[in-house]
């Protein structure tokens, strides 16, 4: 796989993530509440497996806008560690200069 295609793939998840957060969280509260009864935490619990794995916040990846790389991830920029300092090498960066001591 490429990076592109990931890329894609992690913004379809962002898509599914934010599609119905606040059913997902108060199943979550329902199911981690110790007084909810049994039978209401099981529904909530069968509810919840009805998500598509996609749907879950934990598979997000911060990733690089450019090459979809998703470790040493600058998270002003949305590049990573590799792309940033290409671009700011080539000046394509405003306001960052090499720094040299």
């Known amino acids: 796989m490429d990076g592109n295609s990931r890329i894609v793939r992690n913004d379809r998840r962002r898509l599914m993530v934010a599609a119905d957060p606040d059913r997902r969280s108060t199943l979550q509260v329902l199911i981690a509440a110790p ?6 935490s099981a529904a909530a619990r069968v509810a919840q497996q009805r998500f598509s794995p996609d749907a879950s916040p934990a598979r997000l990846r911060n990733r690089d806008a450019s090459d979809g790389r998703p470790r040493g991830h600058l998270h002003r920029l949305a590049l990573s560690r590799i792309t940033f300092r290409g671009t700011a090498h080539r000046g394509e960066l405003p306001g960052v200069r090499k720094c040299s001591w």
């Open 35 to 40: 007084g909810t009864a049994p039978a209401t």
